[in-house]
């Protein structure tokens, strides 16, 4: 809460004139005796123009009674009145030489402690109140019985509440008020110890001592300042409705006006807390408009209010108006605050982020604004507003700062948990569960400890780390068993088990989970997923029970109820009862044609029939769903499916048509598929070259892929090698065999295990038919000793090889390669068994 401090120089100035007054009737009184009768009317005449604030006067009648009568008995007291003139007329210095001179005189040793006390007096009138501390702390120290004690005692603690040194000022206090329980001094001593509790911000103290003062000076003339600050304590001990009652009465009864604002501030303040914001602006109102430190309050919590009732616009009015007045007021820093809030909150983001870089780069950069948390407010601000912009790496700077600098446990918590979710929404997940891992690691006691080990499960499922993510969910049902988490880490537990195939664990894990968490939004959801476990399994009578069982239970989810009748005819169908599975796909279809999941009907029914040999249906419901349906991922499948119907029908034209649609639609998969098919087409008649440029097209997509336009097949490395096998059977075609066998080579490279031996045996194939027999018996062999585990295509190169050695009757060879096929567990064993009897016949002759 904004506070402002009482300026107390006025109660210290007539708490001077006070001691005066006291002190010079005992003065009087000691040397009535001694004066002679002139003398006696002088002084008397002096002394009363000093009481009746004459100074100037005063002043000039004493230093005539100085010169009138210079042995005098009374001249050490006249030159104390002298220097107590020069004090009151602020003329410090000479006030503090007369009093220099008066200690260093032996003949003002009756009047010694006095000196002492205004020695100290202009010490503190001039705010040097350590050198004041030291004349108080000899005058107690060495005349403890002088009358002047006590103001001593009050002053030297005075002096400490004056520079702020608050805990030992009470100390001191406390002490004045056990030792003179009875002085005249003792309330304004009791007020002054409240105060000290409550600078100390020890308000339950505070309260108690003001609560003390209230009821034991009750006629007090600073009772309603304690009322005030009774307020201000219970206002910061969170207890706002009694501190209501004691600012009403400080506002409605205060004669002080600047205090009965003060009052209305916090009573204005106090309505805020209550979100009692009509109450908060009426007490905010009263105050009249002015430059006044409380009129800048009276701004502040008029805009708080404004953006609290969601009223942005307004509060961005009020705030202006406190920066456009109040430009080095401490609020300002507040105001752009607050401002730089409403500006967020009316979705201008990026008005936003500039103000919170102002108050970043200008305001708090001041050290009478450097207030290092206020500070890292502003930043955590700042890059939630980034985030809302798009720029992610500045909010992930700003965080970062947040979680370096600031003091705040919970605030430090908070930016390290923002980090993680940002990156977690960029898809950087190790980023991600790096943050998260310092919460776990730093703050094991944080509020957000189920929050962070949930997300970490999260990341981890997303990076297909499934036994990790299983771990992590793991973990959080068994070190939070109370979080708000549990049914999310029971589900993602059975979403995991699915996603790594395990649809065993998967279903039953999600069986406990709907069986558990009946109120969970997720269970819809996860009587979906065990379906479709079970229906992975094979088990298809025990899925569509689970459909069935979600429809039932979750009527008015529309979306769950189309997938569930979706994958109810899915199983009938995988069941075998086709019939029965088509009649549904078509009720889902006649009935939801709006469907999400129509699409995926449509396309499937084409399978369907085009499975069963009725093309013509097929294709019908192929095209439905490219003419209704064009938005929807299953457009490629239809133009491919409708494609190979026509291809397979002799119809090339119109195949054709199908895959130049399909060559468009912009997934590399099946434009590279459309390339390879129209390829195919333009081979299959005899178009080689057009052929070739088909292929090509799609080599060409595969260097695409390296570079950053994107729109490549490097997720599908197997489309190069067989752009390279065709291409190399086009040059086969052509007789071109050396670039048939360079691309059969390219294949090789790209092909892996899989598919090499069948490539390997084209290779020397290649070379067989273009005449170059040794590298074809080369080429064979190579195939026999690194692919030897393709027993299909090493059976083929045994007995190519086999034929190779017989046509050149090179009959050991041909008996070698015989042998190797004779102990294969193959039909060509009995052949090969009848040609090695023949090689030994015609070995013999």
Not at 810 to 821: M, N, P, Q, T
């Amino acid at each position: 809460m904004y506070q402002i401090f009482f300026d107390m120089s006025n109660r210290k100035y007539s708490f001077t004139i006070l001691i005066f007054l006291i002190l010079s009737v005992f003065q009087l009184l000691s040397v009535v005796d001694v004066f002679a009768a002139k003398e006696e009317d002088d002084l008397f005449v002096a002394e009363k123009a000093f009481e009746d604030q004459f100074y100037a006067i005063s002043l000039g009648l004493l230093q005539r009674f100085i010169k009138d009568y210079p042995q005098s008995e009374l001249i050490p007291k006249v030159k104390l009145l002298i220097a107590q003139c020069l004090f009151s007329k602020e003329k410090y210095l000479e006030a503090l030489d007369s009093l220099g001179q008066l200690l260093n005189s032996s003949e003002s040793d009756s009047i010694k402690d006095a000196v002492l006390y205004w020695i100290a007096e202009v010490h503190f009138k001039g705010r040097d109140y350590p050198q004041a501390r030291v004349y108080y702390q000899r005058l107690i120290d060495e005349f403890s019985e002088s009358e002047y004690v006590i103001f001593a005692h009050y002053s030297l603690a005075w002096s400490l509440f004056e520079e702020e040194k608050f805990r030992e000022a009470k100390k001191s206090f406390l002490q004045l008020r056990d030792a003179f329980s009875g002085a005249a001094l003792i309330e304004d001593t009791d007020f002054k110890i409240a105060l000290c509790s409550y600078n100390l911000k020890e308000y339950s103290q505070a309260k108690k001592e003001f609560d003390f003062f209230v009821k034991n000076h009750f006629e007090s003339k600073v009772r309603f300042e304690a009322l005030f600050y009774r307020a201000e304590s219970l206002y910061y001990l969170d207890s706002f409705r009694e501190a209501v009652k004691d600012y009403l009465v400080v506002a409605n009864a205060a004669h002080d006006k600047n205090l009965a604002d003060l009052a209305l501030v916090g009573l204005g303040w106090t309505y805020v807390k209550l979100k009692q914001y009509s109450q908060a602006r009426d007490a905010f109102d009263e105050i009249e408009e002015s430059l006044s430190e409380v009129y800048a309050s009276s701004l502040l919590g008029k805009a708080q209010i404004f953006y609290a009732s969601e009223e942005s616009e307004l509060a961005i009015g009020i705030y202006d108006e406190l920066i456009e007045k109040f430009p080095k007021h401490e609020s300002v820093a507040s105001a752009y605050f607050g401002k730089a809030e409403s500006l967020y909150a009316l979705l201008q983001y990026e008005k936003a982020v500039s103000l919170y870089k102002y108050i970043l780069n200008t305001f708090l950069d001041k050290d009478n604004l450097a207030i290092p948390e206020f500070r890292n407010k502003a930043r955590y601000n700042l890059a939630w507003a980034y985030q809302k912009i798009g720029d992610f790496s500045g909010a992930i700077s700003e965080f970062k700062k947040v979680a370096e600098l600031s003091s705040d446990n919970i605030m430090k918590v908070s930016a390290l948990s923002q980090i993680g979710d940002t990156y977690q929404d960029l898809g950087q997940y190790q980023e991600a569960i790096e943050a998260y891992d310092m919460i776990l690691k730093d703050y094991p006691d944080s509020l957000y400890g189920d929050y962070v080990q949930y997300h970490t499960g999260l990341c981890l499922l997303k990076m297909g780390r499934f036994e990790n993510a299983i771990l992590s969910f793991k973990s959080l049902k068994a070190n939070y068993p109370d979080s708000n988490f549990r049914d999310e880490a029971e589900y993602y537990i059975g979403v995991s088990y699915f996603q790594k195939d395990d649809f065993k664990r998967a279903s039953e894990w999600l069986d406990r989970f709907v069986s558990l968490f009946k109120d969970s939004p997720l269970r819809s959801h996860g009587f979906y997923l065990e379906g479709i476990s079970l229906l992975n399994l094979g088990n298809y009578k025990q899925a569509r029970g689970i459909f069935k069982k979600a429809i039932k239970e979750y009527p008015q989810d529309s979306d769950l109820v189309i997938k569930c009748k979706y994958e109810i005819a899915n199983c009938l169908y995988q069941e075998g009862a086709k019939k029965l599975s088509v009649k549904k796909f078509k009720e889902i279809l006649s009935r939801y044609p709006n469907a999400v999941i129509a699409p995926d009907v449509i396309y499937f029914l084409g399978e369907h029939y085009l499975n069963s040999a009725n093309n013509e249906v097929a294709i019908r419901h192929f095209k439905r769903l490219i003419l209704e349906y064009p938005d929807s991922d299953l457009i490629s499948d239809a133009y491919y499916s409708l494609g190979w119907i026509y291809y397979a029908s002799g119809e090339y034209d119109e195949a054709m048509s199908q895959f130049e649609a399909l060559s468009g639609t912009g997934s590399p998969e099946f434009k590279a598929r459309a390339f390879f098919a129209i390829g195919d087409i333009y081979f299959d008649k005899g178009d080689y070259r057009q052929a070739l440029e088909f292929y090509k097209r799609v080599l060409s997509m595969g260097i695409a892929s390296s570079d950053t336009s994107g729109g490549g097949l490097s997720d599908y490395p197997g489309f190069f090698k067989e752009a390279h096998v065709k291409l190399a059977n086009v040059y086969k075609e052509l007789g071109d065999f050396d670039k048939a066998i360079y691309s059969y080579k390219s294949a090789l490279d790209s092909a892996g295990a899989d598919g090499a031996g069948e490539i390997q045996f084209k290779i020397a194939e290649s070379f067989e038919e273009s005449g170059k027999i040794n590298e074809a018996i080369e080429a064979y062999l190579t195939n026999t000793y690194l692919h030897s585990q393709d027993r299909y295509w090493l059976l083929k190169s045994y007995l190519r090889l086999a034929r190779i050695f017989e046509n050149r009757e090179d009959w050991k060879e041909a008996e070698s390669i015989y042998i190797k096929i004779s102990l294969m567990d193959v039909d060509e064993a009995k052949f090969a068994q009848e040609r090695l009897k023949a090689i030994s016949v015609m070995v013999k002759y």
